[in-house]
């Protein structure tokens, strides 16, 4: 199932302690990948995969976390493969958003995936390439109500994969967007119960939610040796919500 080109490979995952990007994690980990993951807490909950994957404290919000995460990184790099997975949803009406929501979400979502390409990029052209992946969603591209902080970081996270792609280009760096729809993750199970969760249904041609590991199958073609010419380019993985 997955390339046994990525032996000898490092990867890094922001916000890869659970969900998608765990999921990613494991997907790259079992691919052959020596593989780090981020988050804010510092720590994976499930004590089997602790002895899998190694976590560094990456909290967007504090300077200091982003200074040592950003060392400690310096340090077991350089990184064959980057995947910005860390991002934040806070839902709230475009007429009664406040500075900080729009502020918090932009910082983690657009800021936090720019400095990251920036810092381990530098890595890869030692390298001689690399493979970026950013984590979007479909909110990038279709939209619902509440959403105006979030659909629009993620349509900037794609502006940013795109001119990445062009600027990265000249070193053999690869860089794409994949966009999730809904997709079944705790935080979703937890979101969408019962009622809510049957419309949404409705709404998706397929009739089921994506399984996190049907996001991490594009994640790791896009990253191993079968990708040499895919770059600036997003994949929409929600089993037909945005063609409808």
Known sequence: MYSSTFFGKKALVTGGAKGIGLEIALALKKSGCDVIVTSTAGKIDDEEITRQLECIKLDFFDKESVK??????????????????????????????????????????????????????????????????????????????????????????????????????????????????????????????????????QTIPLSRLAEPHEVANIVIFLCSDSNSYVTGQYWCIDGGRTIV
């Open 68 to 201: 040592d995460a950003l060392n400690r990184l310096e340090d077991k790099g350089p990184f064959n493969i980057l995947i910005n997975n860390a991002g934040i949803y806070m839902p709230e009406n475009i007429l009664d958003i406040n500075d900080e929501i729009w502020k918090k979400t932009f910082e983690v979502n657009v800021y936090g995936p720019m400095m990251m390409i920036r810092h381990i990029a530098k890595g890869m052209i030692k390298l001689g390439g690399g493979k970026i992946i950013n984590i979007s969603s479909i909110a990038g591209i279709v939209t619902k109500k509440n959403s105006g902080a979030y659909a629009s970081s993620k349509q900037a996270l794609l502006g940013l994969t795109r001119a990445a792609a062009v600027d990265l280009a000249e070193y053999k760096i690869l860089v794409n967007a994949i966009c999730p729809g809904p997709t079944k993750t705790s935080m979703v199970d937890r979101l969408l119960t019962g009622e809510a969760q049957e419309k949404l249904l």
